[in-house]
T-cell receptor, first 109, second 114 residues
Framework: GQQLNQSPQSMFIQEGEDVSMNCTSS?????WLWYKQDPGEGPVLLIA?????ELTSNGRLTAQFGITRKDSFLNISASIPSDVGIYFC?????????FGAGTILRVKS | GAGVSQSPSNKVTEKGKDVELRCDPI?????LYWYRQSLGQGLEFLIY????????KSGLPSDRFSAERTGGSVSTLTIQRTQQEDSAVYLC????????????FGSGTRLTVV
């Protein structure tokens, strides 16, 4: 079953607003990744985090790897309509990725 | 190839029939993964390959599910005697190493069992 708790489940925001979502776990992960999935497509890697406390940006996206290695957040600044989709966090467990249930993002233009 | 290719993109099958889903990973990627995504759910791990061997099959839901990989490249996921609860999107991914740099996913096969 799922080991990563992702929240919120869904959000509906105005274009231009900032968005924040997070992921927590009862287990330690040494690598955290954030993916985005568009309808009918597979997830695409957005950001990878490798060190506790690491803060990484990719354009309007910023993600942090929590100090305890049990959590991570993703921020999207100044959202635009093409940001809609499902965002997944994932933790590396052994040789495979464990995924959260996803956050559905809808943007009102 | 340039990306991970999966076929078919859509498959409708009758309950009780067998299906084969194919995955062509990125050339040179040694690791290959199968995940299942049910409607509104996250991604559920099924199996991964390192080369042609499958060190972790722990996610396969029942003995009706099997997978193989040949030549360190193409993989086939087979579901025998399909059931309605097998309906889902089956996603394949590949990576150079063992996942630490993230996977590249295919677009998936949407399986509908009627």
């Amino acid at each position: 079953g799922q080991q990563l708790n992702q929240s919120p489940q869904s959000m509906f925001i105005q274009e231009g607003e900032d968005v924040s979502m997070n992921c927590t776990s009862s287990s330690i992960f040494n690598t955290w990744l954030w993916y985005k999935q568009d309808p009918g497509e597979g997830p695409v890697l957005l950001i990878a985090l490798y060190k506790a406390g690491e803060l990484t940006s990719n354009g309007r996206l910023t993600a942090q790897f929590g100090i305890t290695r049990k959590d991570s957040f993703l921020n999207i600044s100044a959202s635009i309509p093409s940001d809609v989709g499902i965002y997944f966090c994932a933790g590396l467990q052994g040789n495979k990725l464990v995924f959260g249930a996803g956050t559905i993002l809808r943007v009102k233009s | 190839g340039a990306g991970v290719s999966q076929s078919p993109s859509n498959k409708v099958t009758e309950k009780g029939k067998d299906v084969e889903l194919r995955c062509d990973p990125i050339s040179g990627h040694t690791a290959l993964y199968w995940y299942r995504q049910s409607l509104g759910q996250g991604l559920e791990f099924l199996i991964y390959f390192q080369g042609n061997s499958a060190p972790d099959k722990s996610g396969l839901p029942s003995d009706r599910f099997s997978a193989e990989r040949t030549g360190g490249s193409v993989s086939t996921l087979t579901i025998q005697r399909t059931q309605q609860e097998d309906s889902a999107v089956y996603l394949c991914a590949s990576s150079l190493g063992l996942g630490g740099n993230g996977y590249t996913f295919g677009s998936g096969t949407r399986l509908t069992v009627v």
